[in-house]
C-alpha cells in the first residue's frame, strides 16, 4: 500500500501518478513560463489524478479545472491580479481543460463575502493551501527552474493515496467540505469521508 511507503517513495509515486495526466503536465509546464511568485498547481486536479489512477479511472476523469495559486502582495488591487489572469488566458490557449489563475494575497478581501467567515490575509502561498477544507487537499506541485517538482504537502500523502478525505476546520465552513465531499463521492464511490468534527470535539490535525 502506497500510503505505508517511505515519504520519499510516496514523492515518487506522486509524481508517477500525476505524470499519467498529460493535461496536468501540460499545465505545470505552461504555467512555468509565466514565472509567477511562489506558484503552486493545487487542489482538485492533483489528488483527483491519484484517485483516478489508484482507481483505475481515466486519470483526468472527473476533474473539473486546474487550479494555479501565486502570491503577490505587491499589489492587491483587481487590476494587477486580472492583468495575471488575462496573460494566463493567452498561455492557456487551445488547452482542452479550464485553468483558474489567482492571487493569494487577495483572498481575505473576497472571501467573507462568499464564504459567510472572515480570512485573515494569508503570508504566502502555502498558508493558503493550508486552509482548504479537507487535509487532502493540502497539497500543490510546481516545477522550479531547473525542472526538478517542488511538492508542498503539509499533511503528508498517506491519507491521498489511501483515498481517505480528512476535514480541516481552520477557516472553510463545514458547508464547503460536505458539499464537495458529496460530489467527490458520486465520481469516486470508493473514498473513506470523515465527518466534519462536531463543536464540542477537540479537532486533532492528522498526523503523517
Excluded at 503570508?123 to 493540502?138: G, L, P, V
Aim: net charge negative; aromatic share 12%.
Amino acid at each position: 500500500m502506497i500510503g505505508r511507503l517511505p515519504l520519499n517513495e510516496q514523492l515518487d509515486a506522486l509524481k508517477s501518478a500525476l505524470s499519467r495526466n498529460e493535461v496536468l503536465l501540460e499545465v505545470l509546464n505552461r504555467t512555468a513560463v509565466l514565472k509567477l511568485p511562489g506558484w503552486y498547481l493545487t487542489a482538485g486536479c492533483l489528488f483527483q489524478t491519484v484517485w483516478n489512477v489508484a482507481t483505475d479511472r481515466p486519470p483526468t476523469s472527473g476533474i473539473k479545472d486546474y487550479d494555479v495559486f501565486y502570491f503577490d502582495d505587491q499589489d492587491l488591487s483587481w487590476e494587477a491580479e486580472d492583468a495575471v489572469i488575462k496573460t494566463a488566458a493567452d498561455t492557456f490557449a487551445g488547452m482542452s481543460a479550464d485553468v483558474e489563475v489567482r492571487n493569494e494575497a487577495r483572498v481575505h478581501l473576497w472571501y467573507e463575502q462568499k464564504f459567510g467567515v472572515a480570512c485573515t490575509p494569508y503570508t504566502s502561498t502555502e498558508a493558503a493551501i493550508d486552509n482548504f477544507a479537507a487535509t487532502t487537499c493540502c497539497l500543490g506541485v510546481r516545477l522550479e527552474q531547473d525542472g526538478q517538482w517542488r511538492v508542498y504537502a503539509p499533511h503528508g500523502l498517506s491519507d491521498v493515496f489511501n483515498l481517505v478525505v480528512r476535514p480541516n476546520p481552520v477557516l472553510a465552513p463545514r458547508e464547503v467540505y460536505e458539499t464537495k465531499t458529496a460530489r467527490w463521492r458520486r465520481q469516486w464511490p470508493e473514498l473513506t469521508v470523515l465527518d466534519w468534527p462536531s463543536e464540542s470535539a477537540a479537532w486533532t490535525p492528522a498526523s503523517s
